[in-house]
């Protein structure tokens, strides 16, 4: 990557010495200029990180799919406001019999912002250019990886095949096995497409291993995509990603003509920006603040919980976990229901399962566990671990939407088995630091506080993350009797194409996974918010964090 | 005087060819690093994997150091995982230098127009309920956690009343950039709101900063003026009958200055560590926040190379202080 | 090596006291048992006379004294159990995230419905223990670096202090957070580490500095001469004699000491077991609150700005009784 920096020492000397030839400047007179109506021209966003680059093929967190979002679209797209999919550069789409081969019917005269059309060819090329990443790129593309498996040189992993443009609107892609995730996973920011010129020209797939390090070809600093906004640009000095709207956008022309995502990463400051008029909305405010912003005029608005915190089991390192008494003494032991009241944000709930309420096959039949240590320490007597020891772990520097201050939960729960007679033992680890390397690789901990965040509405991004891999899960079920079982089953539900079947069968698997196995303890759903200013109108909170921005006006 | 520079030189090749290699082990031996900051809750036993041999991590510790070397010397220090991913870590170190520097330039400024005269003013008044009061105001400032000093600032200054920014270096004018410095280029551009704004953006991080070296050189003030003032030339200067200004400009000041010159050279380098805080309470893109940033998401090949040019730097300062204590005092031998 | 070669405030002050301590005739300042007694006995008396009508030194000594005294007793005076989530049930992340002040809870609860004064006041006693093992850790740090140094010159002095001056040339904060960060489990103990390996450096150019400009001075080479073995001579002429500006320097570190443990819980990465309370972990926890909740974090700021200014007065004044220099 190719930054435009200049060499402070000799720029500084060379305008020094013709102050006023060389160093002109460079901006338009924009800002402002025709003010007749009652909104600004400019929407200023808080952000919490840097974006990575803006090619979100390559990209791996949520604050660089904040901004691809704005600039680029993919074939399915998410309904405003829940966790469905909706026809976005795609019209429509149906599966062939079997479910492996979808066609789908596009857009008609759209235009990359670079002018290019969108057609089936640039559907196929983008879909083929993922698939055929090399070297470096195959690690780089992790979400690639992580849902459609392997690349074209391992065709074997991989759930996709291949892509045909039948004609100009119309493009088939075929993939290897039926599954939930598909054509899902094509709503995923990662998947978005792009302009096939621009990839080529800026030699897009160009991804190398240097120093410990990737870097990355011009085109991902330059990207060029459908979307309402298009990138003007990332002020790495002054942390500002600048975007402007996209003039060859083919929906209707955004509502705010600029957009600004200034990086804030500390919590308080992003509050104080609000309150003191520099930036109009922030997202993820603590939810400590909700109140006070609300008092102080502004719009808190609560998206519905589309994640779930877990106190996980190994009972490959702590035997005495194999006993089913034991699991659900700590299920019964832990007071689930103050933690929540006194911890997470309104609207948050104790979970009966590894899943949210909105997912398809969640079981509404199951309740939580209720708080009840009398019997949790019957059931403990009666499995003979009365005084029993748990290493119990939780990470620190790091903060999660399902898990605010993971400090303050491990605390009380520490607390709640300490009550019914189970010996604590106390371990931390910074998250970045040994954390997640030591709760799924090195299974070195009893018992962990983890959750997870859904990608998109499936049943197999939860339960199948969490179960699926029967050898490689954190919860390490292949030590115990029903893991095959269990394994075998999501992936058999996964398959499955009626979706109604599909969620009868995902159902009864919850079901059995809180009554028979109980691999660990599902905790909460906690909703993580999003904070505008009351001169904001028109933002629409997204389950999946998936917000754009083109709706939105500032009034002035 | 050049053997001694030389050898100082060398010295300073030693100490950060040894600080490289103590950072190189250390970095790797901590726990979790580059792949979990990476991949998150996503990880797989299959990515972790992956990831870890793209980024040569599962090579065996000297061999990646070796390759460290063999890289530097060709100038490339590494690349951003983290910062700004892709990107060379040295320009990284480069881009945020400017905002840093400006930062402790400004705060520098700030503690030496305040802390000399009032300073002067304590050691004229020796005794006096101003000195004491001077003398505890000052060491209060340093009792105060920077950070704790910083937010108050901000929410009294900036919050309550709108008179400064909350944070970040500057309003989003879409300034021209040319040196990175953000109040020299929009003198440069003749972009004059620019720099106005960076200015107004510079004025409560320097505040929050400059408590400490203003301390410091209040104090060194103090005591030197002191000093000064019982020296027997002042006194022959007082009984020669010279009026009162030329004893204070001509004898009392220029004398009792030295030291302070150097205090404040010795200054410079300390800022670096009260930047770490200041930066991250005012959002201050500077190298105090790249560390910061960098060290949350494990990027090695930024960290090395911030903390090497740190303290570069730091030897640097040092050297050219030393070098001045020997040119400005002659009983200082460079043997 | 002669040149005065500080590299920043914590090296300035100590080259400031190493020759204090080195030269003129606070040199001999506590030569208690050697040649010249009487004027060492008269010096120290005359800093003591000088101290005790130093209203600063007084001040500094009074608050010092009742954070000892309150370190010591708080745990019977503290109206609550520190630990103990009294308070919970009224915790309401929105409406109530910090319980108020109520009868028998004068300041109210922290976030975890936790008694506040009772926290401030056993908070005490882990600040003491963290300021003082870390002063003590860098302090036995310094010395066994400053001794080797000092009382062998030579190659070894050149090792060690190629040591210190890397140890040096990064940050303090930055070394301090890096040591706290290597650590796998952070606890209280690799907070004190952490703080106290900042000070190394320090106190080993200190000792070494003054030892040096022994090494040459009257009352050692008469020793020598003697025939008194090295170690004698550096145990006890030397290293008695570089022992005032150590303990100025102690009085210092231990303000600061407390000061960085805060700034080391502010970037998160101090002790996260908080059962027993600690001012700066107090104030670190209190950010997130810090909006519409700021007492949470005022209280121990003020105890941590009341006790650091406390040391720093005290040691201040101290050097400076001690330094012939500014005696008039």
Not at chain 1, 37 to 52: H, I, M, Q, R
Not at chain 1, 120 to 127: E, G, H, I, R
Request: aromatic share 8%; proline share 6%.
């Amino acid at each position: 990557m190719t930054l435009k920096r200049t060499a402070p020492l000799v720029l500084m000397t060379a305008a020094a010495l013709s102050m006023t030839a060389c160093a002109q400047s460079e901006r338009d007179s924009g800002d402002g200029g025709g003010g007749s109506s009652d909104v600004k021209d400019t929407l200023t966003f808080g952000a919490a990180g840097a974006p990575e680059l803006f090619d979100p093929l390559y990209a791996t967190d949520g604050e660089t799919f904040r901004v691809t979002r704005q600039i680029h679209q993919g074939l399915l797209g998410i309904k405003p406001g829940t966790a469905d999919v909706q026809p976005e550069l795609a019209e429509s789409w149906e599966p062939s019999d079997d479910g492996l081969s979808w066609t789908f019917h596009l857009r008609q005269g759209v235009k990359f912002s670079d002018g290019t059309d969108f057609d089936a060819d640039a559907v196929c090329y983008n879909m083929e250019r993922m698939y055929n990443q090399k070297g470096a790129g195959q690690t780089a593309a992790e979400y690639w990886t992580y849902f459609f498996g392997t690349f074209s040189d391992d065709p074997e992993g991989s759930l996709y095949k291949s892509c045909e443009a039948k004609d100009a609107d119309t493009a088939v892609i075929d993939v290897t096995r039926t599954t939930s995730s598909f054509p899902t996973i094509l709503s995923l920011d990662s998947f978005s497409m792009q302009s096939p010129t621009a990839l080529e020209e800026g030699d897009a797939n160009n991804v190398q291993a240097q120093g410990e390090g990737f870097t990355y070809p011009e085109y991902s600093m330059n990207p060029v995509g459908i979307g309402p906004y298009k990138l003007d640009s990332y002020d790495e000095a002054n942390k500002t990603v600048t975007l402007v709207a996209n003039d060859d956008y083919y929906g209707d022309p955004p509502k705010t003509k600029t957009l600004v995502f200034k990086i804030i990463p500390d919590e308080t400051t992003r509050r104080q920006e609000l309150e003191a008029g520099s930036i109009d909305g922030y997202d993820l405010p603590n939810p400590v603040d909700w109140q006070g912003l609300e008092d102080d005029g502004n719009n808190v608005q609560v998206r519905p919980a589309f994640n779930v915190l877990y106190l996980g089991l190994n009972p490959e390192k702590n035997p005495k976990l194999k006993d089913l008494r034991v699991r659900q003494a700590i299920a019964y032991a832990l007071n689930r229901e103050q933690m929540v009241t006194s911890q997470l944000p309104e609207g948050a709930s104790v979970a009966s399962q590894f899943m949210p309420e909105a997912v398809s096959g969640y079981n509404k039949d199951l309740e939580p566990y209720p708080y009840d240590p009398d019997k949790a320490k019957q059931l403990l007597k009666e499995a003979g671990a009365e005084g029993m020891s748990l290493t119990f772990a939780f990470p620190t520097e790091v903060s999660r939407p399902y898990m605010p201050d993971p400090q303050k939960i491990h605390a009380a729960f520490t607390k709640d088995l300490e009550a019914v007679g189970i010996k604590v033992k106390e371990v931390s680890k910074p998250w970045n630091g040994g954390y997640l390397d030591d709760v799924s690789a090195n299974g070195a901990y009893d018992a962990w506080l983890l959750g997870w965040t859904g990608d998109y509405n499936a049943a197999d991004n939860f339960l199948g993350t969490f179960f699926s891999d029967l050898k490689g899960n954190d919860f390490h079920t292949s030590v115990m009797p029903w893991g095959k079982t269990l394994s075998e089953d999501l992936k058999a539900a996964d398959a499955i194409v009626d979706e109604d079947e599909r969620a009868a069968a995902y159902e009864d698997i919850n079901k059995r996974i809180a009554e028979e196995y109980l691999p660990g303890i599902p905790i909460s759903h906690s909703p993580p918010a999003l904070v505008t200013s009351e001169k904001v109108e028109g933002l629409v909170a997204s389950p999946l964090t998936a917000e754009t921005f083109d709706t939105v006006t500032v009034a002035k | 005087m050049a053997r001694f520079i030389i050898r100082r030189l060398l010295q300073m090749v030693v100490v950060v060819f040894v600080l490289s290699l103590m950072l190189f082990f250390w970095l790797r031996s901590l726990p979790g690093g580059t792949v979990s900051a990476i991949l998150g809750e996503r990880a797989t036993p299959q990515t972790r994997a992956a990831l870890t041999k793209a980024l040569g991590l599962d090579q065996p510790v000297w061999v990646q150091y070796w390759r460290f070397v063999e890289r530097a010397a060709h100038g490339e220090f590494g690349t951003s995982t983290r910062v700004l991913p892709g990107a060379d870590a040295l320009d990284i170190f480069l881009s945020r230098l400017p905002a840093t520097i400006e930062l402790s330039f400004f705060a520098l400024l700030l503690a030496v127009v305040l802390a000399i005269p009032l300073g002067y003013l304590s050691a004229r008044r020796a005794g006096s309920p101003l000195d004491s009061g001077l003398v505890v105001t000052s060491l209060v400032g340093v009792a105060v956690p920077v950070f704790f000093l910083a937010f108050l600032l901000k929410y009294q200054l900036a919050v309550e009343h709108h008179v400064f920014p909350v944070s970040g270096r500057q309003d989003n004018l879409s300034c021209t950039r040319v040196t990175n410095f953000f109040v020299l280029d929009g003198l440069l551009t003749r972009e004059y709101d620019c720099s106005v704004s960076a200015l107004k953006h510079l004025v409560l991080p320097s505040l929050a900063l400059a408590t400490i070296p203003f301390a410091v050189i209040y104090r060194i003030t103090r005591a030197s003026v002191l000093e000064v003032l019982g020296e027997d030339y002042v006194r022959t200067a007082e009984s020669k009958g010279l009026t009162a200004r030329v004893i204070r400009g001509r004898h009392v000041l220029r004398n009792a200055l030295l030291p302070v010159v150097t205090t404040i050279g010795l200054q410079t380098g300390g800022l670096l560590a009260g930047a770490v805080l200041t930066e991250k309470v005012f959002n201050w893109g500077g190298i105090g926040n790249a560390l910061a940033d960098a060290f949350e998401g494990r990027d090695y090949a930024v960290l090395q190379v911030l903390i090497l040019a740190a303290a570069m730097i730091y030897v640097v300062i040092n050297l050219l202080v030393d070098i001045s204590y020997a040119v400005i005092d002659p009983r200082v031998r460079t043997r | 090596m002669s040149l005065p070669t500080p590299a920043n405030r914590r090296k300035e002050r100590v080259d400031a006291l190493a020759a204090t301590a080195a030269t003129g005739p606070g040199g001999a300042l506590l030569e208690a048992g050697s040649v010249d007694e009487k004027p060492g006995v008269s010096l120290i008396a005359s800093a003591w006379r000088r101290l005790r009508r130093d209203p600063v030194f007084l001040l500094g000594a009074a608050i010092t004294l009742v954070f000892v005294v309150l370190a010591l007793v708080s745990p019977l005076i503290a109206p609550h159990d520190p630990g103990a989530n009294l308070l919970i049930d009224k915790v309401r992340p929105q409406t109530n995230p910090v319980p108020g002040p109520e009868p028998g809870f004068p300041l109210g609860a922290d976030d975890v419905g936790r008694d506040l004064l009772s926290r401030l006041l056993v908070g005490s006693q882990q600040t003491l223990v963290v300021g003082v093992f870390a002063t003590l850790f860098g302090l036995t740090g310094g010395l066994t670096l400053g001794i080797l140094a000092g009382a062998f010159g030579g190659w070894v002095d050149s090792l060690v202090m190629r040591v210190v001056d890397v140890l040096l040339s990064i940050p303090s904060l930055l070394l301090a957070f890096s040591i706290a960060a290597i650590a796998s489990r952070p606890s209280q103990l690799t907070v004190i580490i952490a703080v106290a390996a900042v000070q190394v450096p320090v106190f080993a150019r200190l000792l070494r500095g003054s030892m040096l400009a022994q090494r040459h001075s009257d009352h050692v080479l008469a020793a020598r001469a003697l025939g008194v073995t090295r170690r004698a001579v550096v145990f006890r002429h030397m290293v008695p004699n570089s022992l005032a500006p150590v303990i100025v320097q102690s009085t210092l570190v231990l303000a600061v000491s407390i000061i960085d443990a805060a700034a080391l819980s502010f970037l998160g990465l101090g002790n996260p077991n908080d059962r027993q309370p600690e001012w700066g972990q107090m104030l670190g926890r209190a950010q997130t609150y810090i909006y519409d909740s700021p007492h949470l974090a005022v209280y121990p700021a003020l105890c941590i700005i009341v006790v650091a200014l406390g040391f720093t007065l005290m040691g201040e004044s101290l050097r400076e009784a001690l330094d012939p220099k500014s005696r008039r």
